[in-house]
């Protein structure tokens, strides 16, 4: 398995805590970074750190091949259980577990609930790979969630963080968010990678072909977003280092309902296919579709909505943090539930 994991995607738990360290570093060896970071804004808008987010949303979005879409509304059940599991099922249960364990501090419960909402468009496409899920479906759904994203993200955020805490009795902590600045940010940060991915994807294939493109242009630039993601990180914790002795606790509070999800998510989708008696290879995409998430997209919200010192973008860091290491082991329990089941 790990074969078919390049080593940059092997060891991004790795390279995300060598990011946190090295931030933390620069911070405290060199504290006027925040001034420097600061003097690089345009209003509320740091420069260095938008075209950061949209690098690292680019090459997702370039992978994503639209021209399929038509072939997944021919399969009406496949298609029915995903956007069940995707839009419904995973929202709900990332909102009570932030709800659960993260109630007595609604900033890291609202990071837990934007990374719920952003539902896999990147790494599903790998985790799919490894436990030989079916590759047309995975990049079917992966374009039919990008779809999703784009045009319901911003109502999504707006009826499970300004909406439904009032419904479960948490109004009191005056959890909420604009509207505006939500929708503001997907344009931005979804909307422009999303519009250049797309037109990556015609003009290439037109110009250079099918082939090329997919052999030679999207492997040059999908680490892209790991050094966007890595760069967020390692600026974010240069920013914190007047908090470094709670960040470990922090991690740990963070990770443990991220954790339950994956695993929970994972079994759901999984036993939910069985029962309406889909094939293991097009069950493995639903599931692994269903189960990760856009950290991308909900650490790019969360900085443009909340700011780059804010504990909701500290809480979407976690998230790939947190996913690799769990996603790997669920591949490995997907090819044993392939043998039993299969």
Known sequence: ???????????????????????????????????????????????????????????????????????????????????????????????????????????????????????????????????????????????????????????????????????????????????????????????????????SRYLLTKLKGQEWYNRKFLPKISPLTLYALLFTIVLMFSLKGDKILQLPLDVLKVALPLVIYFILMFFLSFFINRSFNIPYDKNASIAFTATGNNFELAIAVAISVFGIHSPQAFVGVIGPLVEVPVLILLVKISLFLKKRYY
Not at 153 to 163: G, Q
Not at 182 to 190: D, F, G, H, K, Q
């Open 1 to 199: 398995m790990k074969s078919n994991l390049k080593f940059l995607d092997r060891f991004l738990t790795f390279w995300i805590f060598l990011a946190m360290f090295l931030g933390i570093g620069l911070g405290h060896f060199f504290p006027n970074i925040s001034n420097i970071t600061n003097s690089l804004s345009i209003g509320t808008t740091n420069i260095p750190l938008a075209l950061g987010l949209i690098i690292m949303m680019y090459p997702p979005l370039s992978k994503v091949d639209y021209s399929l879409l038509p072939k997944v509304f021919a399969d009406k059940k496949v298609i029915g259980i995903s956007l069940l599991l995707n839009w419904v099922i995973g929202p709900v249960l990332m909102f009570l577990l932030a709800i659960v364990f993260l109630r007595d501090e609604p900033d890291y419960m609202i990071g837990l609930i934007l990374i719920g909402l952003a539902r896999c468009i990147a790494m599903v496409l790998v985790w799919n790979d490894l436990a030989k899920g079916n590759r047309e479906y995975g990049a079917l759904l992966v374009a039919l969630n990008s779809l999703f994203q784009v045009f319901s993200y911003s109502f999504m955020v707006w009826l499970f963080i300004n909406v439904l805490p009032v419904k479960v009795g948490l109004a009191n902590f005056n959890v909420g968010v604009s509207m505006t600045d939500v929708t503001a940010s997907v344009l931005i940060y979804l909307g422009i990678p999303f519009i250049l991915g797309f037109l």
